[in-house]
């Protein structure tokens, strides 16, 4: 990033060397397993009396699907899903940045097929709900299974008037608490997987992917670790694509900064500094971070809730 003068850069570092210090006298540590604490709880100065109200200071969110998506988040489809291009996840290694209760990441991998998808969060409590999840929809899918198993050897026995087609042993739909079933389909389990990690610090493992999503995330990002974080989380995910890759980006618009920028004193105070708006974003993908093109996908969407109508991004490495 040639352009980013060496005297700002400093001034950043000082910063956020600053911040860091900040973070550890709040009992936090460089790691950020502080977003296992989920939610701070601040009381309104204007009335003592009045309930405490949960911040969310990384957009870590719970019941988030339920608000977005609505009260049956697991079963509903996600309406981000069906912009998505089926060949960017069919047979495909993915990861899913900021991945929350891992509901769109499971239903990504279920209906399209990926070869593995890594959902990881900055909350270590989302992480652990992740898991339930995927464990949920297992169940959900081997019971779907056999249905579908008891139906056709119905339809079977009606057409024969027999029994003998039922004899073709198999246990297809039934939950035999192996990752593969008798067919040597992969279960969800065996394709989705789920880690605590903060996308801006951590190293993540040697490993590239074919297609990264980052969906309403960048806000975060860019509130926490100001327009350096952002800019390293972009170049990272740069470099973990493979050539070819995608990169699927809904980043939140500037005016949703200014309502979240006072969940912390770090996001206040990063809030004034970020220079880099969301409308700049394209041009620091292509042209900076070196992203040969970009798709709009926002116009294919629908179905959104109001608030959550944001647009989407294909960036192709
Ligand atoms: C608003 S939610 C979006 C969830 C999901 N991506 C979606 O759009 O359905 C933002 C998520 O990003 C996570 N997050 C924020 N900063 C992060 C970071 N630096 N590394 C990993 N996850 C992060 C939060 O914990 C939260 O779950």
Known sequence: ??????????????KRKQ????????????NDREATKRSVETQTKSNPNKKFKKVFPYGNYQHYYGYRI?????????????????????????????CNSGIITIQIAKK???????????????????????????????AEKKSTYDSNVK????????EECATKSSDEGEDNGSSHNSSGERNLSDIVSFQQENFVRSRLPDKHY?????????????LNWGDDGLITAF?????????????????????????????????SSNYHDIEYR???????LLDKIGFRRVVDLTSELSGTKAGFDRPIFAYHK
């Not at 593995?116 to 959900?140: C, R, T, Y």
């Open 210 to 222: 074919d297609t990264v999503l980052c969906l309403s995330v960048t806000k975060w990002i860019h």
């Open 112 to 142: 399209y097929n990926c070869e593995s998808i890594l959902g990881i969060d900055i909350d270590s409590g989302l992480i652990k709900e992740a898991f339930w999840h995927l464990k949920k929809f297992v169940k959900m899918e081997s």
């Open 1 to 14: 990033m040639a352009e980013i003068n060496e005297k700002k850069r400093d001034t950043r570092k000082q």
């Open 278 to 284: 969301p409308d700049s974003f394209r041009e620091i």
């Open 235 to 267: 170049s990272k995910i740069w470099r973990l694509l493979r050539p070819g890759g995608i990169f699927v980006l809904e980043p939140q618009p500037w005016n949703s900064y200014e309502k979240n920028r006072k969940v912390s004193e770090t996001t």
């Open 19 to 30: 911040q860091d210090g900040e973070a550890e006298k709040e009992g936090r540590n460089g």
């Open 70 to 98: 609505g009260r049956d988040a697991e079963r509903e489809e996600d309406p981000r899903i069906r912009v998505l291009k089926k060949e960017w996840f069919e047979g495909k290694d993915c990861l899913d940045i900021g």
């Open 155 to 162: 339809v079977l026995q009606d057409v024969n008037g027999s």
